[in-house]
Nanobody
Framework: QVQLVESGGGLVQPGGSLRLSCAGS????????MSWYHQAPGKQRELVAV???????YYADSVKGRFTISRDNAKNAVYLQMNNLKPEDTAVYYC??????WGQGTQVAVSS
């Protein structure tokens, strides 16, 4: 059974940083496309960043230049480094694999 567990969310002031982690079991992250999504209150879940099996990355325009997705194959983990956070980044952040497998999410709140 595949399980994804996100961590690292919290409350941060605008301009601050957070690093989200996604740990997995039952699946090898390096052999799969891994993604981060977020869902703000009352809105649809949106793609934030993707890391492909060859290490290439993709970012939504709203986070380009501020967020970095990375993967640690030895730890079977994926990370999302979020810098220069803005209030509009407030959302629950989810790790995803294969398009259909989700973690439970971790809450990020950006507020002064």
């Amino acid at each position: 059974q595949v399980q994804l567990v996100e961590s690292g969310g919290g409350l941060v002031q605008p301009g601050g940083s957070l690093r989200l982690s996604c740990a997995g079991s039952g699946i090898i992250f390096s052999k799969n496309v891994m993604s981060w999504y977020h869902q703000a209150p009352g809105k649809q879940r949106e793609l934030v960043a993707v890391i492909f099996t060859d290490g290439a990355t993709y970012y939504a325009d709203s986070v380009k230049g501020r967020f970095t997705i990375s993967r640690d194959n030895a730890k079977n983990a994926v990370y999302l480094q979020m810098n220069n956070l803005k209030p509009e980044d407030t959302a629950v952040y989810y790790c995803n694999v294969k398009g259909t497998i989700w973690g439970q999410g971790t809450q990020v709140a950006v507020s002064s």
